[in-house]
């Protein structure tokens, strides 16, 4: 098992990776937390983890409850957070509860929410079980739920006392959703290691595999950088933007596709490719970037380019200058200028960012 540390002054807190969920309820005792934890998972994370998480906690003396939120990105909303309210409620949940995240990204989102919002606040574990979630979610304390109008649009910024991440959850997840992780930690390749690009492609077989040492090395690092970026930067002030390379174009083809295309992790990977074919197109980068990234990208299974969609240049522009990152109406871009350094660039050329999504639809831009 690796930890990381996440520094944040009085709201640090750890990040076990490759811990057994069978102690998970005496981790849990070592921080002291209340007595009565609210254990939020849906029905397909459920029916593998949460006996075994009961048991753990029940072990080691904690009172614990569960809300079921069905499957799925629309149930991460305000009506499911009332629901979890209304279950603490009823159970007579005060400051000193907690809440435990025990599933993927919408789960994590949701349960951070409601426990940011109940009673002001009170304790929040995540035990994250998709691999999207061990490298990005989990860690760094964005928590929300969506709008009818926009995904993430009600949040903050709340950490939690622990993340807790059992490696062997990764087993039952399905290929397609790994992949849609694998696109995350590539991104943290390119934004900030070159050296953990080079293992990523020499290893990628190895990861796909589920080699648990290779995995516990390559989530552990990705955790490593998070913490690092959002220690500096908690807020997204500045240097956390960088997090969202790939996000631009990503965001725009998953709104404009309603969310039912693409998943997160792939929309990413081809807003990734395109934001290296911008930095070659403005001459910030050398071309062998966006050679080595699609290449890794297609061997972890994510598309590089938009296939089978006719989608207008001012739907594009639209959805780009909607996104929550948007700043004075600025377009910004996070661009590679070597494989492990980024810059953050909101003068791109209307011009260039309308080529390179010509050149990422081969043609089949109106
Ligand atoms: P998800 O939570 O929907 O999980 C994907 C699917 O895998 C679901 O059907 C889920 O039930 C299933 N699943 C989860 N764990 C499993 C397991 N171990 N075995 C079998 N099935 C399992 O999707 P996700 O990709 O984990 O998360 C996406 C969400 O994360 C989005 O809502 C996105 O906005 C959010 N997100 C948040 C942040 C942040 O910083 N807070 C960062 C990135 C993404
Ligand atoms: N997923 C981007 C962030 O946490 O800032």
């Avoid at 079921?68 to 149930?75: K, L």
């Amino acid at each position: 098992m690796r930890t990381v540390k996440v520094n944040l002054k009085d709201r640090s807190y750890k990040i076990l990776v490759g811990a057994d969920l069978s102690k998970l309820g005496s981790a849990m005792r070592a921080l002291k937390l209340g007595r009565q934890v609210m254990i939020v998972t849906n029905p397909r994370v459920g029916r593998w983890y949460l006996a075994k998480v009961e048991k753990s906690l029940e072990q080691n003396g904690y009172s614990v409850y569960h809300t079921i939120i069905p499957d799925g990105e629309r149930y991460k909303s305000q009506e499911s957070a009332n629901k979890i309210y209304a279950k603490c409620l009823r159970s007579g949940f005060d400051r000193g509860g907690t809440i435990l995240a025990l599933g993927g990204g919408v789960i994590g989102d949701l349960a951070g929410f409601a426990a940011a919002t109940f009673l002001r606040g009170i304790s929040l574990v995540q035990v994250p079980t998709t691999l999207l979630s061990q490298v990005d979610s989990s860690v760094g304390g964005k928590v929300a739920v969506n709008l009818p109008d926009g995904k993430n649009m009600i949040g903050a910024f709340y950490q939690p006392k622990l993340v807790y991440t059992d490696l062997k959850t990764l087993q039952t997840l399905p290929a397609k959703e790994f992949a849609n992780g694998l696109a995350e930690v590539i991104k943290y390749g390119i934004i900030y290691d070159k050296r953990l690009f080079a293992y990523l492609e020499k290893n990628i077989l190895c990861i796909k595999k589920l080699d648990a040492a290779i995995l516990e090395k390559v989530i552990s690092r990705c955790c490593e950088i998070k913490a690092r970026v959002v220690a500096l930067d908690e807020r997204e002030k500045n240097l956390r933007a960088i997090l969202n390379f790939g996000h631009t174009f990503g965001h725009a083809l998953e709104g404009i596709t309603q969310y039912k295309k693409y998943k997160h992790g792939e929309a990413v990977a081809i807003g990734m490719v395109g934001a290296a074919k911008i930095a070659e197109c403005l001459k910030l980068n050398a071309e062998e970037i966006t050679d080595r990234l699609e290449k890794l990208l297609k061997e972890a299974e994510l598309p590089v380019s938009i296939r089978g969609i006719k989608i207008s240049w001012a739907d594009y522009l639209r959805f780009m200058r909607h996104d929550k990152k948007v700043l004075a109406g600025k377009i910004r871009f996070v661009l590679p200028v070597e494989i492990g350094k980024v810059k953050i660039v909101d003068t791109v050329p209307l011009s260039v960012i309308k080529n390179t999504i010509v050149s990422l639809t081969k043609g089949s831009c109106k």
